[in-house]
């Protein structure tokens, strides 16, 4: 949007600002396998909107359904007619404890337990909108980001409530993104940052950004990269927070920001539908492909599918900038990318046009570093 | 034959256990707040008497123990099973409902609805030995196979505690709709099954469904749930051995609430049975299969079928009929030829089946609602829940035994004989139901019915609760009957139970019965009454909104005149009706007249379009959430 208002210097400052400052040049292990579920091989829709691992079941939830993954196959199409609230399916959160799906979806929210659903509306319940866009489970609160505001649903007494622009800091109601820390709870909030929840302490906080809409970092720790936050990611590792918006990436480990725009960074594109991360790997769902950063070293390595060969290109940009490339015969199913998530060291990648599978290849990594640090 | 066994269980009342039941009552140790107190206080001319009310039991692994649980006396009573006397009582929590023992008997487990927690009692010591808080209105229970963890059903908070038993701590709930009940851990420790009371919430159009939940028991997470059309009141679960087939048999009960009541004249209204539950395994089907059996005869019904148990090697089974105080004994080989010669689409509505293969109907005490048979396979044991007695059966013969007496007053009050008639379904044409049977727990079966009028699906209304109705007349929804007088005498006689009725004593002690039912403890209310920053919100809104106008506090929330909140549908023939009392609100869904509205919310998002039922359309969805954390709390 304000592309052309940018000041390159101000870009090279941002570069210098979030090199990790043990950068080492090296190479991370490359995803250069790739299965893709799509309308041809038993998807019901195209797009793909997120992706939960269970075990060795993969949950993906699309336009137009929730599908079930076993053993490369798509085993169960489930949507409407099966119970489900609405056949778009915005977001997925296993509780660990009971084994239930919560899914989000753009007509309310549903559970499904031992296969069947309970479906929860703004009619029925305390549901503040039937737009919903994330759950997330933290012990036994249900946490639902909704175009009217952020539920808290406790599941032993039923008691909903409602927080909105009306009784926390936020500057819109509309919410994107919930990530379960560690006392805390962030959710992303479109046009209002990312607002912070301390369980213990019962209260709000608010991390916007300082200089209003400007998609520019003026000076170190000034924080959050843009208010429009699309999605958001806590690293238990790192204890650090990974917000997404439509203007770069941020994250926040409690003391420092580090904000990334692709103009000096191996950042596919400032459009970032969300991110996950866990040790020192930051991935971004980007609308140009999935780019991955290794916080640690400060090397970033992006895939995306080559719209000419049909084939896979992954783009490796060191931490003193130098960028290769090289070409996998297989790749993600689309550049643009909503979702992802981890299976082992297997990855699962929502895009526009089916879900990707990125399998770890143990055995090549070393040839496959090599080639890539050759250019091959 | 009666005589004779009372004498026998006078006999064996053993010296400590009169001194126990006698120092209990000169101590005055029966809790306060339970029926108990509530039904001596209340009803006019009332002996004042201490019933136990044993509702489950279960024998000891050796089969040498019976331990009984007795919900009105909140005590254990363990019974010799050679001798059958008592050998020892032990004090429990508020309103004991089941009973787990741990597998190497050591341990019993009891669960406490009204206290929401689980004794750990030692076997052997017969005391207390833990106390585990659980979920809301805890019930049915079982342990594992190793005995380490203890699953609870809450029938209140619609969840199933996991309780590890190491630690005493709460693992984890899983959801069971609705009202959780009866839980059985699989022969081979691999699953429990739940059962439900009520059925899922549907459309006031729509038959009922009811859910049969499968956990495994390694993930302790719900494996299946089993969904059964057209049925409510899932029961006990009894699992036949492998060797004949290893499927499950649930009672329940059936009943064709979308058809006028009025045709309980000709039969086929309410009908009892069984599901037969085949499991899914490993390879097979994907899903378990269910297929539904009638117990009752054509001519003759056999309301409230609740207990259930297969002799060890499996060749029979025994259900209880609550409501008409008998045993079925099912043989188990004719069943199986039933099952295989009339299809799973025909069977659930044949009244010809039972004939086949129910090979004795025994006559029992009051309210039968379990059956045990011994580890050997040589006696079947009854809990007569009204008679504070036991019915021993002989297997394979199949005859009553004895009965055991198990301490209660001898004397039957007014408001015991009213319980016992408020669980009689002989009252009823052709013994088709009890008024338990659609009021279990003298509480709701959650769905609508086609009461009085003839045409099919007119005034269609939603049952009500019967807790703490006291002072709540007039009654019906439509509000026409004046008192419970009324409402029990001739209506019952003649719109649904097409008989004779109760005569003038058993309608004034039916009566006093149902004016004694106590409400249950508010789960949403903190127990120093304070209420939580959204239930004063709410309770502001309310006052505010002018809702006291017809729902005043200082009659249980209700005007006690009809009103029209517009909320009358298609079929009904006028929009007046009874402004409900509002306590325990939570417990009572479906909500409205006509059970359409199948949450608090759906009351005013959806059927309130016209403001007409309070002026709510100018309210936003957080004032809504805190109005009804506020109604909660009533």
């Known amino acids: 949007m304000k592309s052309g208002q940018r000041n390159h210097w101000l870009g090279c400052l941002v570069g210098l600002l979030c090199i990790a400052p043990t950068a080492l040049a090296q190479t991370p292990a490359l995803y250069t396998k790739w299965e893709n579920f799509t309308t041809a091989n038993g998807m019901p829709d195209a797009k793909v909107f997120c992706v939960a691992i269970d075990g060795d079941r993969v949950w993906a939830g699309t336009e137009n359904g929730l599908v079930l993954i076993e053993n490369s196959k798509v085993v169960k199409v489930l949507g409407t007619a099966d119970g489900l609230v609405n056949r778009v399916v915005t977001g997925i959160a296993i509780d660990k404890k009971t084994g239930d799906l919560w899914l989000a979806t753009f007509g309310g929210v549903s559970r499904y337990s031992g296969g069947t659903f309970e479906n929860f509306t703004s009619l029925r319940t305390g549901l503040a909108n039937d737009i ?195 070409e996998t015969p297989t790749t993600l199913a689309h550049n643009y990318i909503l979702n992802m998530t981890f299976q082992g060291d297997d990855i699962w990648v929502a895009t526009a046009a089916g879900l990707s599978h990125g399998m770890h290849e143990s055995h090549k990594e070393g040839k496959t570093n090599e080639q890539a640090r050759n250019g091959r | 034959m009666k005589e004779a066994s009372q004498k026998r269980t006078i006999r064996s009342m053993t010296l400590p256990t009169l001194l126990a039941t006698a120092s209990v009552i000169a101590m005055g140790l029966w809790p306060a707040g339970t029926s108990k107190a509530q039904v001596s206080g209340t009803a006019t001319g009332a002996v004042a008497s201490n019933y136990l009310t044993p509702t489950e039991a279960k024998f000891s692994p050796d089969g040498a123990k019976l331990y ?400 703490g109705i006291a002072e709540t007349a007039p009654y019906k929804w439509n509000g026409h009957n004046p008192d419970l007088e009324t409402q029990c005498g001739p209506r019952i006689a003649k719109f649904l139970f097409h008989s004779e009725g109760f005569n003038a004593k058993q309608l004034a002690d039916l009566v006093s019965f149902i004016k004694s039912i106590p409400l249950p403890p508010n789960r949403h209310l903190a127990e120093d009454r304070q209420l939580t920053p959204a239930q004063e919100r709410g309770r502001n809104i309310f006052f505010q909104k002018a809702c006291d106008t017809c729902h005043p506090p200082a009659t249980h929330y209700t005007a006690r005149i009809s009103s029209d909140v517009g909320t009358a549908a298609k079929y009904d023939t006028s929009g007046l009706f009874d402004i409900p009392q509002l306590d325990r609100i939570y417990e009572k869904p479906p909500y409205l007249h006509n059970g359409e509205a199948q949450s608090l919310e759906e009351i005013w998002t959806i059927y309130n379009p016209t403001d007409k039922h309070g002026v709510t359309s100018d309210m936003t969805k957080e004032q809504l959430n805190d109005l009804i954390e506020f109604l909660k709390s009533l």
Not at chain 2, 112 to 136: F, H, I, K, M, Y
Not at chain 2, 357 to 386: H, K, W
Not at chain 2, 446 to 461: F, I, M, Y
């Open chain 1, 132 to 326: 919903v866009y994330a759950v997330a489970i933290q012990d036994d609160i249900l946490w639902v980001a909704t175009t009217a505001g952020i539920n808290k649903l406790n599941l032993r007494t039923g008691e909903w409530s409602i927080v909105s622009e009306r009784t926390a800091p936020m500057h819109e109601p509309w919410s994107y993104g919930i990530a379960v820390g560690e006392g805390k709870v962030y959710f992303a909030v479109w046009g209002g940052g990312v607002l912070e929840y301390d369980i213990a302490g019962d209260y709000w906080k608010p991390y916007t950004d300082p200089d209003g809409e400007m998609e520019l970092v003026l000076f170190k720790n000034q924080g959050l990269i843009h208010i429009i936050v699309s999605n958001i990611s806590y690293n238990h590792d790192t204890k650090m927070f990974w917000a997404s918006t439509y203007f770069g990436m941020s994250g926040y480990d409690g003391h420092n920001w580090y904000n990334y725009l692709s103009m000096d960074s191996g950042l596919a594109s400032d459009f970032i539908n969300a991110t996950q991360t866990r040790g020192d790997d930051v991935w971004a769902c980007t609308d140009k492909g999935l780019s991955y950063l290794n916080f640690k070293t400060n090397t970033w390595v992006t895939y995306r599918p080559n719209q000419k060969t049909g084939h896979g290109e992954i783009v490796i940009t060191g931490p003193d900038k130098k960028v290769t490339t090289r």
């Open chain 2, 68 to 467: 009984v649980v007795c919900e009105d006396d909140d005590s254990v009573l363990v019974v010799d099973a050679r001798t059958q006397r008592t050998l020892g009582r032990v004090k429990v929590g508020h309103k004991p409902r089941g009973l787990a023992v741990s597998p190497d008997g050591k341990s019993l487990y009891v669960a406490n609805e009204w206290s929401d927690t689980v004794s750990v009692v030692d076997a052997a010591a017969l005391r207390v030995r833990q106390t585990l808080p659980t979920g809301w209105g805890p019930v049915g229970l079982t342990t594992d196979k190793p005995g380490k963890t203890l699953y609870v059903a809450n029938s209140i908070g619609n969840d199933i505690s996991v309780l590890d038993l190491a630690t005493g701590t709460e693992l984890k709930r899983l959801v069971s709709l609705r009202s959780p009940h009866y839980v059985e851990l699989s022969r081979d420790g691999r699953q429990v099954f739940v059962t439900n009371l009520l059925p899922h919430l549907v459309s006031p159009d729509e038959s009922p469904v009811s859910e049969f939940v499968i956990i495994d028991t390694q993930k302790q997470t719900v494996a299946e749930r089993i969904l059964i059309p057209g049925v409510l009141e899932l029961r006990h679960i009894a699992e036949a051995p492998a060797a004949q087939g290893g499927y499950l048999l649930v009672p329940l009960m059936r009943p064709k609430n979308l058809n006028p009541l009025i045709q309980v004249a000709n039969g086929w209204i309410l009908t009892h049975g069984m599901a037969i539950v085949r499991l899914a395994k490993p390879g097979g089907a994907a899903r378990s299969e269910v297929t539904q059996i009638l117990l009752d005869d054509m001519d003759y019904y056999y309301a409230g079928a609740d207990g259930a148990a297969f002799t060890p090697d499996g060749r029979y089974a025994l259900v209880t009929h609550a409501d008409a105080a008998m045993v079925s004994v099912i043989d188990t080989g004719l069943l199986r030829k039933r099952l295989q010669s009339v299809s799973t689409g025909e069977l659930p509505n044949r009244l010809d089946s039972a004939r086949e293969f129910v090979v004795r109907r025994l006559q029992t005490e009051s309210n039968p609602t379990d059956v045990e048979v011994s580890p050997d396979g040589r006696t079947a044991v009854v809990v007569n829940r009204l008679d504070d007695s036991l019915t021993v059966l002989s297997i394979p013969g199949f005859q009553v035994r004895s009965r055991i007496d198990l301490g209660g007053p001898k004397e039957v009050s007014v408001l015991r004989h009213g319980q016992q008639l408020f669980h009689d379904a002989k009252f009823c044409f052709q013994g088709q139901f009890a008024c338990a049977t659609c009021h279990p727990d003298d509480h709701i079966d959650g769905v609508a019915w086609n009461l009085e009028t003839p045409q099919l699906g007119r005034d269609r209304v939603a049952n009500r609760t019967l807790r």
